[in-house]
């Protein structure tokens, strides 16, 4: 039984290090906040940079840390084919969606389905997309709070708080939900941003270092390429090539119609293509975005290789998973990082589910406030909402969000098999939702309820065969592609009733008109970031000091204190690149 390195006092202060430099985060970025453009979209001001890497952390959560890390355990080299997919969809969001999504002309992601179809289309959305979103959002708590509790060794603890009996996982799910509503609350999408990019630190570092030496420690003493050797000739047969799913065209084409959805249409997405000054910010970054959904998937997914040597027997260590490869990530960070960098990969894990769910916040007080709220108080003949007091409902609105998330994710909790659970809802649901955006980005000539009529098409689809159960052992697949086929033929089909001269096409015609007419760029408007690079290179070099000082702590022989200062020095080395990165750019005499 290997000899893991359990969580200590200074792991602790680690972590709640990064809980106070992420409400920080959210009190910073609050004085962003002058109006409700900034509070949803940064004002449009976000440097490209900072919205590419948060865009790029919010596709990470403790999903990739622990189904994938899972996923890659099992099939070995086939999951680059799939966890490095989104690299060609951000490239097709470059070179089609980014700029059209700019010249969409809109303030909040459901906007686009008024002017793209009708207000009814919009309330249907609202009204419907509410709900899954707080279940994902209680899901991907769930999932989390699944690694934390068992990293810090309480899950199957017993705490009785105010009268209550909660179990260690419970317990962690409500104070995570509650950090996570706090800093949300108070930033708004600033903060999602900046607690994003502290989160692109946290998790560049924590890959980069377990890597190098997850294979020296399989090289036995003989250096990291004795440690590549040993996977290659130990590894199971077939496992560099393609076996399971990822050997499956039919999971490779619904994996690919799922990236190439979330990564395109999904509202957080369309908010952070909104949040850059012009085009080619958002051109530019979908492409950075690209890049690292390339290189960063790949350095992760070596060494959950290496845990499969490493760790052939894994079930015996990890009896209480129902899927004890998922503890292949943790099981290589409590053996081979020292104290302080175990603190950090927790905080890794926490940093990226975080700044994901702060996303769907976001998105769903915008929605809520902007497309429900508003309309509803001038319907009623109330007062129009001064951006003061809209912005107050956003924040309620996101408060009771986040507690209806924690308690979606106590629910789950009861169920078991939050990943295959999540694996099947999002097939469920997503299609539905995405698709009629799609379509309706690309095509533009069908009446206004094409939108509602090709959701709903894609619901019946997709939850009828599933009251049947046919084809049970492949759900996922019948799941997409009877969602994906259906919505797209219903979609085409009502193009027959399309009548230009229709007064309800009339806002569908000024919105492609839009879509074929860049917007123009302001100079006028300031772009920000200059100050939020040398707050990211202060908190860098913060944690790059208490990791360097966390060298004096006792340490095993497999997790040399050593690793601690090599992590601080990368650390610095990020700060002092994002310092220099705050320098204004130098005015042409």
């Not at 700029?99 to 609202?126: C, D, G, K, M």
């Not at 999904?266 to 890049?291: I, N, T």
């Not at 409590?334 to 302080?340: A, D, K």
Request: charged share 10%; hydrophobic share 50%.
């Amino acid at each position: 039984m290997p000899q893991f390195n359990h969580v200590n006092s200074a792991d602790y202060a680690l972590i709640a290090l990064y809980f106070g430099i992420v409400i920080f985060v959210g009190w910073y970025s609050s004085r962003k906040n002058q109006n409700t453009d900034d509070y949803f979209k940064g004002g449009g001001k976000i440097p490209w940079f900072l919205a590419g890497v948060s865009n790029w952390v919010s596709g990470f959560s403790a999903f990739m840390f622990v189904a994938a890390a899972g996923f890659t355990y099992r099939y070995g080299l086939g999951a680059v084919v799939v966890f490095t997919s989104a690299t060609w969809a951000y490239l097709i969001g470059a070179f089609y969606f980014a700029s059209r999504w700019r010249r969409a002309r809109i303030n909040s992601p459901l906007e686009f389905l008024t002017r793209r179809y009708s207000s009814s289309t919009t309330y249907f959305y609202s009204v419907t997309a509410v709900v899954p979103q707080i279940v994902l959002i209680g899901q991907g708590l769930y999932i989390l709070c699944i690694f934390v509790a068992t990293a810090l060794g309480f899950a199957s603890e017993q705490h009785v708080v105010l009268g209550y009996t909660l179990s260690g996982l419970e317990l962690t799910m409500i104070v995570v939900g509650i950090v996570m509503i706090v800093y949300t609350v108070i930033g708004g999408l600033w903060a999602a941003v900046l607690s994003d990019a502290v989160q692109g630190v946290i998790i560049l570092v924590t890959t980069v270092i377990i890597m190098p030496v997850t294979f020296r420690h399989l090289g036995g003493g003989e250096g990291i390429a004795a440690g590549f050797s040993r996977l290659w000739h130990e590894a199971p047969a077939g496992y560099f090539g393609l076996n399971g799913q990822p050997g499956q065209p039919l999971f490779l084409l619904c994996y690919g119609i799922n990236v190439l959805l979330g990564y395109n249409v999904a509202w957080w997405q369309v908010q952070r293509y909104q949040s850059v000054p012009d085009e080619r910010s958002a051109r530019k970054m979908a492409l950075l975005c690209a890049g690292l959904s390339f290189v960063g998937p790949l350095l992760w997914i070596l060494p959950m290789m290496g845990a499969r040597v490493l760790f052939p027997n894994i079930a015996e260590i990890w009896p209480q998973f129902a899927a004890p490869e998922e503890a292949s990530f943790v099981s290589l960070a409590l053996l081979l990082l020292p104290h302080g960098m175990i603190g950090f990969v927790v905080a890794a894990i926490l940093s990226a589910t975080l700044g994901q769910a702060s996303d769907g916040f976001n998105w769903l007080a915008a929605t809520t406030t902007r497309d429900i709220y508003v309309p509803l108080r001038k319907r009623l003949g109330l007062p129009l909402a001064s951006e003061n007091h809209q912005m107050r409902v956003a924040q309620l609105t996101m408060l009771v969000i986040g507690v209806l998330g924690i308690v979606a994710a106590l629910y789950i909790a009861k169920t078991g098999g939050a990943f295959n659970f999540g694996l099947k809802y999002y097939s469920l649901t997503a299609p539905g939702f995405m698709m009629p955006v799609l379509l309706g980005m690309i095509y533009r000539k069908t009446p206004w309820w094409s939108g509602m009529a090709a959701s709903i098409a894609a619901f019946v689809a997709a939850f009828g065969l599933l009251a049947l159960d046919l084809f049970p052992d492949h759900a996922y697949e019948r799941n997409i592609l009877s969602a994906t086929i259906v919505s797209t033929a219903v979609f085409f089909f009502s193009a027959l009733f399309y009548r230009a001269d229709d007064p309800r096409s009339a806002e569908c015609r000024r919105f492609d008109a839009d879509l074929r007419t860049p917007v123009p760029v302001d100079p006028n408007v300031p772009i920000g970031g200059l100050r939020d690079y040398q707050m990211l290179s202060v908190v860098s070099v913060l944690l790059g000091v208490v990791l360097c000082a966390c060298v004096a702590l006792p340490s095993s022989a497999l997790a040399p204190p050593a690793i601690n200062l090599v992590a601080g020095g990368l650390l610095f080395v990020i700060g002092a690149l994002l310092w220099r990165a705050s320098r204004p750019p130098k005015t042409q005499i």
